[in-house]
């Protein structure tokens, strides 16, 4: 007999949950008829009762009423088992359901909303997650218009019993905002992005106090939207005018930017099948088998132009989401590194491409270690490193487009960018995960970092530098990253500064001959053992500088700089 849930083919096994729910059902059918039995359940028949009714729900909409009565006669925790098997459906079923069980879906969820039954904001969270990026088909936006709809019809309950819902919906509708308004000219879309975009301001505009909770991912968001004119009035207010969202104590958007996004936040935007698979492959799959691993998820996930915007989504998660432990990174795993590499290079459209790199390095351009974890931004440095033998053009690639971001993401607080983005270089360097080596040594991959002598602050002034600790110089093909820098004052006095302390007075005494004096000062100049090297200003085709620590009192610096090739 066919599934009345499932949509199954001829081979496929029979799913064990639908199993349960059918035979619940065929045990106590009988006694889901009026009049109800008046004795109450055991704790083992009141599990089989909700089993039943559920599957009665879903499977029989003339007599759905009749099945929600007798849940209500019966309940005796709040709906809490009810709510469970509902989420425990739409995870592991939902993507398999018969198009009239989704209908029956969205009706007991109402349902369940307006008893509010216990558990019910994780219900609508699990079903916000089965909204596929990138995805037009008519199911994919009826579950989009049903759940803005649902959202706005019960605006004052969610308010005040569930928020997270709220700026849950609110992380979803801005991401699949950005693929809808890619489309003109289908009345369809039209009118579902209508709805969208009126929750979406009503929540910036009246919650934005539960907005702010979303952290600095909002403005990521928002910035993909500066297109359709009401994000565009909402993003002028956030610039010029942050006293018009009516929150006291915030004054400027830079304090959005130093707040990390949940990582709850990443799972929104991928489904549960999604995120099995998903860790399976950075789990399980050893590094070299992974291909054809990831040509299943690719035809599974991935197949059609427009799905192609999901990649950023899986980006996002696998930075902030998925931080495999010790042992996982020490085996021989594929790292997190490896997958993105291959999900970058998948990309066909340009403007996907940026937005996976921006959503790869989001967390360098205001990373601080007292907030942010390092395992979101080490993927994308050991994806730099490790392309070098190989892929170095992925390499140059990822290191244009994070200069880009440095000079051009927000100019008016460029300030806020370059201290992330040094203090990220330094966490990196510091922590180890690309390591501080010794003169002339190598980290896998290729990455030199290594001691390059002294120069002087002129010549270091004439850079606009001061070669503080995380300054990025581009010249030519290569980056230069100044990983360490130690100043010495005119008496000889040493002082430590950037990363190192202690260890960079150490290193100071391993400078075996002296700076010498500099003519001309277009040219910066320093003795790596006994080689004099020379870095020309006119080579120099970009500088991000870092912690500006040295001052004109100086007179030689001593500094390591991490090259790439």
Sequence with gaps: MASKLLKLTAYKAKNELELSLKQAFEELEPKLRPLFPLTI??????????????????????????????????????????????????????????????????????????VLGVGFDGLLVSLLRQIVGGDFSDRNLWLCFELSALFSSKWDCLVEEAPFVLTSALFVYLRVLADHCKVSSDAKIESLKRLEIEFCVKMLREQFHLCMKIGRDLI????????????????????????????????????????????????????????????????????????????????????????????????????????????????????????????????????????????????????????????????????????????????????????????????DRNYVIIRGLSSAMRALVRRGVVPFMEQGSQVPGLMKIRYIGQTTIGSAAIFGLFLGAGSLIHCGTSYFYVAKCIVVEKRKKVEGHGIGGGGAITALKKVAYLLKDLQDESVLIWFSGKEEKHLRLSHVSRIISGQHTVSSCYETIVVYLATLP
């Excluded at 999901?310 to 990174?329: G, K, M, Q």
């Excluded at 590499?341 to 351009?365: P, Q």
């Design 220 to 411: 990521r968001l928002l910035r993909d939207l500066v297109h359709v004119p009401e994000f565009r009035a909402i993003w002028k207010d956030l610039v010029l005018s942050p006293r018009e969202f009516g929150m006291e104590g915030f004054s400027d958007v830079s304090q959005l930017y130093c707040s990390r996004t949940s990582s709850l936040y990443f799972l929104l935007r991928i489904t549960p099948e999604m995120e099995t698979q998903l860790r399976f492959l950075l789990m399980h799959v050893k590094f070299g088998n992974q291909k054809r691993y990831q040509m299943w998820f690719a035809r599974k996930f991935l197949f059609g132009q427009e799905r192609e915007t999901l990649v950023i989504d899986i980006v996002r998660f696998i930075c902030c989401a998925h931080h495999p432990s010790n042992e996982t990174i020490q085996s021989d795993i594929i790292p997190r590194w490896a997958v993105i590499g291959w999900l970058l290079k998948s990309c066909r459209e340009k403007y996907v491409e940026a937005n996976v790199k921006l959503a790869l390095f989001y967390d360098w351009l205001f990373f601080d270690e007292k907030i942010d974890n390092i395992m979101n931004i080490e993927p994308a440095m050991l994806l730099m490193v490790c392309s070098i033998p190989k892929y170095v053009d992925i390499t140059h690639s990822l290191l244009e487009f994070l200069l880009f971001l440095a000079e051009n993401y927000d100019v």
């Design 41 to 114: 359940p055991t704790p083992q028949e009141y599990s089989k009762l909700n089993l039943a009714i559920l599957y009665g729900v879903l499977t029989e909409s003339h007599l759905a009423k009749t099945h929600i009565k007798h849940l209500h006669s019966i309940v005796t925790d709040g709906y809490a088992l009810f709510v469970s098997l509902i989420v425990k459906i739409v995870n592991d079923l939902y993507g398999k359901f018969v198009d009239s069980v989704k209908d029956q879906l969205i009706w007991v969820v109402k349902e369940m909303v307006d």
